[in-house]
């Protein structure tokens, strides 16, 4: 790390106050370096009479309109190391005024339908910006780097280390979270006919189904739980199949119901398909391992009240598997925030890890992850 000082012989400088944030970081570029980043970090503090100033790292969102855009911008407004890069909204799909921004910043979030997006990363000529892309356009491209760090070591260093980054789908992580250590682990064959059943709030939807929800006049339909994606032919299908290493895309049933966020993804297993059969207990402890040293993974039993709320994690980055069943059938289910680890919440911790400032930066609030 260089620091750099401006009028070092100014009067009345709190040096506490400069010790303190030289110490900060000082311990951002060592977790950088434990990331395996290339942690090239300058930074530039300026001495008046009245403060010390630092500069942040520069971040704009490409398309802070939509649900996860306005998210994201709600969770950066709070964030201690970034400003955010602001764009003139009769100018937010103007090429050249978003080509200057996307330059202009350490990291652009693309929150983007996929057509647009591969035009945005078009605009970037920045050699040292980080693109991190919401859409599905990149999840499965040559190039880009699958954001989910829990994963393996290795995924959390392709992250640190990454300048391409595409965010991981809903459905898919909590699919992926499943699925990921049974291949891993070879608990489960790669041709193993996985089945997935994925309930979410309406929030997944964007502003058009919210609105459709939140309307008082809406459709009686709108009072049931709605199967979706009949076809059976999701987005999120390549990036479940190529991710985890399966030999074929599960069958996939996605279900939105009357609650705004949370989501429950259950994946079920019949044993003796299994590569070994293992009991509820037995897969506890496996996942449990694989998932060991996360801060917002958690591995549980079945609940003792007989019930799995998709809302249980709502408002928070954090995702619990329960693993549930008997030595027959096993259900593992992965319950989170659709707008936190499903979206909003995953893309702020891949950009903490792409700057070098830890997962959960600025994700916490006392004991609560947000």
Same mark, same amino acid.
């Given at each position: ?24 970081l000082?311990?951002?570029s060592? !977790?950088a370096?434990?990331n ?6 300058i930074?530039?503090?300026h001495f ?5 100033k ?5 971040v704009?969102i490409d ?10 911008r ?5 964030h201690?190391?970034?400003?955010l ?14 080509r *200057?921004?996307?330059n202009?910043?350490d990291?652009?979030f693309?929150?983007?339908?996929d057509?647009?997006? *591969? ?6 000529e920045?050699p040292d910006?980080?693109?991190i ?9 040559p ?6 760090p ?9 992250i ?6 595409a965010?991981?789908?809903c459905?898919?992580t ?5 699925v990921?250590?049974?291949?891993k ?7 193993y006919?996985?089945?997935?059943h994925?309930v979410t ?5 964007g ?12 459709a009686?339909?709108?009072?049931s739980p709605? !199967?979706?994606g009949?076809?059976?032919?999701h *987005?999120?299908l390549?990036?479940?199949q190529?991710?985890?290493?399966i030999s074929?895309?599960p ?7 009357d ?17 070994k *059969? ?5 897969l506890i402890d496996?996942y449990?391992?694989?998932?060991s040293?996360s801060s917002?993974?958690?591995?549980h039993p ?13 408002k ?42 830890g ?12």
């Open positions: 790390m260089q620091v750099l000082f401006t009028n070092p012989c100014i009067n009345h400088v709190d040096y506490r106050q400069i010790l303190h944030k030289i110490s900060k000082l311990k951002t060592s !977790q370096l434990d395996g980043r290339n942690a090239d970090i930074c530039l503090i008046t009479n009245e403060s010390v630092i500069l942040k790292f520069k704009f398309g802070a309109e939509g649900t996860t855009g306005l998210q994201l709600t969770r950066l407004s709070a201690g190391e970034i400003s890069l602001e764009i003139d909204p009769d100018l937010r799909k103007d090429p050249s005024e978003r *200057k921004l996307i202009q910043s990291v652009t693309l929150c983007l339908p057509a647009a997006a *591969k035009e945005a990363v078009g605009l970037c920045n910006t980080v693109i892309d919401a859409s599905t356009a990149h999840r499965t491209a190039g880009w780097v699958y954001g989910f829990e994963l393996s070591e290795d995924h959390r260093k392709a640190a280390a990454g300048k391409r980054i965010n991981p789908g459905h898919a909590g699919f992926i979270a499943a990921y250590p049974l291949i682990h070879g608990v489960a064959p790669k041709d006919p996985f089945t997935c994925s709030g309406y929030s997944g939807g502003k058009k189904m919210i609105a459709q929800y939140e309307d008082e006049s809406r009686h339909e709108l009072d709605r !199967q979706y009949l076809g059976l032919n *987005k999120h390549p990036e479940m190529v991710v985890t290493g074929e895309p069958v996939f049933n996605p279900i939105v119901a609650f705004y966020s949370g989501m429950c993804v259950s994946v079920p297993l019949v044993t003796r398909l299994l590569n *059969k293992v009991t509820p207990e037995e496996i449990a391992e694989h998932y040293g917002l993974i958690s591995v079945a609940p003792d009240s007989g019930f799995l709320p998709a809302n249980d994690v709502e928070t980055c954090r995702l619990k598997i329960f693993v549930m069943g008997n030595a027959e059938r096993i259900t593992v289910a992965a319950v989170f925030d659709n707008l936190g680890k499903g979206a909003s919440g995953a893309a702020v911790q891949n950009m903490n890890i792409a700057l070098g400032i997962d959960t930066a600025y994700l916490e609030e006392g004991d609560r992850l947000l």
